[in-house]
């Protein structure tokens, strides 16, 4: 299943407001206090690879140890690693910006989805990862409604990335509840991810389908792999993954319900 397809708008977005002060940053935004802070956090956006972003990023840190642009970059940070597919720093930076911030909801909601994603069936540490994926969830979904626009965001972008987070947060309630076999949680949580946010992700419609599936909700379960299948932002990957599970939900329906057999002929 491709990576969550929102987080890659909210890191563009981030990129570009973060270091730009503006009026939309409301009556206090973040200033730099030296000219080498400056040409420190200007070396960020002339990055042009992720480790190099990364890096100029923990420049900045290490070295303006009281720079006001702190939540700011350690959530960049986060998502950048998240990006490379880096589960061990991805959780860094992301407890890295709950200790500048602990209402977080960027920090939180990715906790929630990284540690649910990079979690399996039989790890022995399982409950353990599922209830703290479970509370970082819950959290970022309490947190959402009044979440502090320390990014910077302009007001309606801002309104719609809570939205959205707060759908990444359910869609992790989800996928927990799935690791946990309770499909009839995890379809509740699912519908309440697609319903939140302000576009569909046509991945929490295929896990959807999944848990329909799995509750042997055959006709529920088609639909909706359907639904992926047609979704305008599905891309190939989910598309063919979508048909896929089509398929195999055809099957099962088949073998579940067998063509009723005709009556034995009298030979009398």
């Avoid at 206090?28 to 990023?57: C, F, H, M, V």
């Avoid at 900045?60 to 700011?72: G, I, Y």
């Avoid at 890295?96 to 990715?110: M, Q, W």
Wanted: hydrophobic letters at 40%; glycine letters at 4%.
């Amino acid at each position: 299943m491709m990576r969550n397809a929102r987080m890659k708008a909210i890191l563009a977005m981030a990129l570009g407001v973060a270091l730009t002060a503006s009026a939309s940053w409301g009556q206090n935004p973040p200033r730099p206090k030296s000219q080498k802070e400056i040409d420190a956090l200007q070396a960020i956006q002339k990055a042009t690879t992720a480790d190099g972003q990364l890096k100029a990023i923990d420049n900045v840190l290490e070295n303006f140890a009281d720079t006001e642009f702190k939540p700011r970059l350690l959530v960049m940070a986060t998502q950048i690693a998240s990006q490379k597919g880096d589960y061990a720093l991805t959780i860094t930076y992301a407890e890295r910006t709950l200790d500048a911030d602990p209402k977080n909801i960027f920090g939180l909601s990715t906790l929630a989805l990284e540690m649910v994603s990079h979690t399996r069936e039989f790890d022995l540490d399982k409950d353990e990862k599922l209830a703290k994926a479970e509370k970082y969830a819950n959290q970022a979904i309490a947190n959402a409604p009044n979440a502090v626009n320390n990014m910077g965001f302009p007001d309606d972008q801002w309104t719609s990335l809570k939205k959205d987070l707060a759908a990444q947060a359910h869609d992790a309630l989800g996928r927990i509840a799935a690791l946990r076999k309770k499909y009839d949680v995890s379809i509740t949580e699912f519908k309440t991810a697609l319903d939140t946010g302000v576009t569909p992700d046509p991945t929490t419609m295929v896990r959807l389908g999944d848990a329909y599936l799995q509750s042997n909700k055959f006709d529920d379960a088609i639909s909706w792999f359907d639904k992926a299948s047609a979704a305008p932002n599905a891309p190939a990957s989910v598309k063919s993954i979508a048909a896929s599970r089509r398929a195999d939900a055809v099957k099962m329906k088949d073998k579940a319900n067998p063509p009723a057999k005709p009556p034995a002929a009298d030979n009398k």
